[in-house]
């Protein structure tokens, strides 16, 4: 899964409009909130919609598991795989 590891990196850094970084700046398994990226909710709702638009799936804003989601690179793209279908 590491292809699309770096797919949501790429993502994030285009949804983010985060000029200054590049795929390998940003840790698979850092926090995306707080301490790692240290991005805030509005960086969280654009990234939601940028990755909905892309791999059509879907988040509760209300939802635990939204939360889980949200926790790095790697468990956007665990999600995503999922999503497709050919969960690893």
């Known amino acids: 899964m590491p292809a699309l590891e770096d797919e949501v ?13 590049t795929v390998a700046d940003i840790d698979t398994d ?7 990226l240290g991005l805030d ?5 654009e990234l939601g919609v940028a990755i909905h638009k892309r791999y059509r799936v879907q ?4 939802s635990a598991d939204t939360t889980k989601h949200f926790a790095s690179v ?14 690893a």
Not at 59 to 62: E, K, L, P, T, Y
Not at 74 to 87: E, K, N, V, Y
Request: net charge negative.
């Open 41 to 45: 909710s509005i960086d969280a709702l």
């Open 59 to 62: 988040f509760s804003a209300d």
């Open 9 to 21: 990196k790429q993502l994030i850094i285009d949804a983010l409009q985060l000029e200054d970084m």
């Open 74 to 87: 790697r468990t956007l793209a665990a999600l995503i795989d999922s999503a497709r279908g050919t969960g």
């Open 30 to 36: 850092a926090p995306l909130f707080g301490g790692g």
